[in-house]
């Protein structure tokens, strides 16, 4: 469901919002408004305030599951770096882990699970042919293909059936 129920979303901020707007002209009773409306946007000296019970509601178990352990580091390190900066270093841990999962499992992947003639499926990585100009070494590049057979073979002559 939205967070509005279907009903558009209004700013209880009014017209006077707006410097233009209240440079035109502003009714005593707008000023008043306004000036009401400017106190109680000054927050009290124990906000925002943490509710547990709140957060355990608005969030999954499984996401409590996985960003348990950086939470306990991170609440227990709190004393020592201070509230602010434990809760950006948790931020900064958090996706450093991930990335680092992530390249761990590319790496994973085209080390072990790579297309080759035994697998149907999954990710065909080939080489290309070096870039030999005249004068360089190596010119005219000749493959180490030798013949015919050896191209598109995907790794059969290296197995070991």
Known sequence: MAQTAGVKPMTIAGRVA????????????????????????????????????????????????????????????????G???????????GKLGLMAIGVLSIHYY????????????????LKTKPMVLPGQPGFPYKSERCNDNDYAERGFKKATI
């Open 110 to 125: 085209f080390k072990y699970q790579g297309n080759d003639w035994t697998k149907k499926g999954g990710w065909r990585v």
């Open 83 to 93: 509230q602010e900066r434990a809760i950006n270093y948790r931020y900064i841990t």
């Open 18 to 81: 707006s410097e233009r707007e209240r440079c035109i002209g502003m009714t005593d009773a707008e000023r008043a408004w306004r000036k009401q409306w400017l106190q109680d946007q000054v927050l009290a000296s124990n906000e925002p305030v943490h509710v547990e019970e709140y957060w355990r509601e608005r969030t999954n178990p499984i996401r409590r599951f996985y960003r348990k352990p950086l939470d306990v580091l991170f609440t227990k390190l709190s004393p020592v770096l």
